[in-house]
């Protein structure tokens, strides 16, 4: 059993888990969860924002905006009333996606003299103008965007990142010292993907054919258009393909499937997580990332760790920031320079001839990558920054 993360004369941490934060994102799931775990105590003010928007770089329209930005209007007052009427706390927390949640918290919480701690998941400008090209560096809106990230992990006590190289690259872009930006991996809902049974096919297991499964965003970052060269590169080969995704890239992806017409590869918009995992289960390899961008560099996606949970043969990219997880590729893992579609369709024959009838690989000795593990990774950072709960209001 974990020990009990201290607060405040002998009570556990106490943590304010505030704003418009996506309960849609595992990430937040696991970081309110493994908060729970590590024995803090989590209140929650919260107004659902974001929770139908998937790709919140995709809203588009004056009329979607609008809509948004009234239900913000509404949505912060009530939230910041809430907010000065909580219990007493020792740290208040603002999740992804959460900029804006941060200015209009940051006075509150001066008032209250309660450190305010950030997970910047990720950059709005390197996501929109430095990774997908939406915007131009030189449109004004970019010139905003900048301006708002520039100011957030100033105004925070406490920011943090998905990985280190993430973090580091982000402290060069925005010009923050070296170490500033802590970190807290992703990891993986165990509930949601751990593996089950002995990992050998039995029956009829052995004789489905050899799949290669892909889900996520069609964003450059995931390099869905790599995935489907290689299935073009292998087309005379006994493998199945199936990608689940849709996005910024999807009409250009159709196009390319459409193109090299690959009766063995299917794709489907959408997954419920329950499906998801019965296709985890189904497949033989899973695919991670292949984007050739500095983003891509720099963070380790879901499906990583998702697939170690659920010990799934991988392929994907080599990156430092995968690095940081696997510093020494286990055997069931294969890494692959990005871009590469001739080096992931061979990937995909080595993992074909190692794995005949097998689809679960042996217990891996990685870093703890679990709820608890990400909460304990939290709880420290958390820690450190209050002094182990020096501050309350």
Excluded at 118 to 128: G, M, P, Q, R
Excluded at 218 to 229: K, Q, R, S
Excluded at 353 to 368: E, F, K, Q, S
């Amino acid at each position: 059993m974990r020990p009990t993360a201290p607060g405040v004369a002998g009570r556990p941490l106490r943590v304010l888990l505030w704003g418009t934060y996506d309960t849609g994102k595992p990430r937040v799931r696991l970081l309110r969860e493994g908060l729970r775990r590590n024995g803090a105590e989590v209140l929650e003010v919260h107004h659902p924002l974001w929770d139908a928007i998937e790709d919140k770089s995709q809203v588009r329209g004056l009329r979607r905006w609008l809509k948004l930005a009234a239900n913000a209007a509404i949505a912060y007052p009530r939230l910041v009333w809430r907010y000065l009427r909580a219990p007493p706390h020792d740290v208040v927390l603002v999740a992804y996606p959460g900029l804006l949640d941060l200015f209009v918290l940051r006075p509150f919480a001066w008032a209250r003299r309660v450190p305010l701690a950030w997970d910047w998941f990720l950059s709005a400008y390197d996501t929109i103008v430095l990774d997908r090209r939406l915007l131009s560096p030189r449109n004004p809106a970019a010139w905003l965007i900048r301006a708002l990230e520039w100011s957030g992990p100033r105004l925070a006590d406490v920011t943090f990142m998905d990985t280190a190289a993430h973090a580091r690259r982000m402290e060069q872009v925005f010009g923050l010292p070296e170490g500033r930006i802590g970190r807290v991996w992703v990891g993986a809902e165990e509930a949601r993907f751990s593996a089950g049974g002995d990992g050998v096919a039995h029956g009829d297991d052995a004789a489905r054919p050899f799949t290669v499964l892909f889900y996520g965003q069609f964003i450059p970052l995931h390099g869905a258009d790599v995935i489907v060269e290689a299935a073009a590169a292998l087309r005379d080969h006994d493998v199945d393909w199936l990608l689940v995704g849709t996005g910024q890239e999807a009409a250009r992806i159709d196009a390319a499937l459409a193109r090299h017409a690959l009766p063995r590869v299917r794709r489907v918009d959408w997954m419920p997580y329950a499906e998801l995992r019965d296709a985890m289960a189904g497949a033989d390899v899973v695919l991670g990332i292949f984007g050739t961008s500095d983003k891509a560099a720099s963070v380790i996606p879901n499906k990583v760790f998702q697939a170690a949970m659920a010990r799934r043969p991988l392929i994907t990219r080599d990156s430092p920031a995968l690095r940081e997880f696997l510093p020494d590729a286990p055997p069931f893992v294969s890494l692959v320079p990005a871009g590469d579609a001739g080096a992931l369709a061979a990937a995909v024959l080595r993992a074909k001839a190692m794995l005949p009838g097998t689809r679960i690989v042996p217990d891996l000795a990685l870093a703890p990558f679990d709820t608890a593990a990400i909460g304990c990774q939290l709880v420290e950072l958390l820690q450190r920054a209050t002094g182990r709960g020096a501050h309350n209001a």
